[in-house]
């Protein structure tokens, strides 16, 4: 079985006793963030301007990887 990787810097940045995680994909100019929340309430009242992409296929690691 050949092991794909995937190329990603990852900054990372405390917001409001948070963890938010950056990676920055330089080979696809694509930048996600990932966030833990406690509850489903508490990611529903983040307020962000940043797309839900958990479910889009073509941006999941495995898809990106070479």
Known sequence: M???SLEK?????KYNNKIMAF???????LITSE???H??????NFKA??????????CKNQNLAN
Do not use: A, G, W, Y
Not at 9 to 13: A, G, P, S
Not at 23 to 29: A, G, I, L, N, W
Not at 49 to 58: A, F, H, L, Q, S
């Open 9 to 13: 810097i990852r900054l990372e940045k």
């Open 35 to 37: 966030i833990e929340f």
């Open 49 to 58: 301007n940043m797309k839900e992409i958990t479910d889009v296929k073509r």
């Open 2 to 4: 050949i092991e794909k």
């Open 39 to 44: 509850s489903l309430s508490e990611s529903r």
């Open 23 to 29: 990676d920055c994909s330089p080979k696809f100019s």
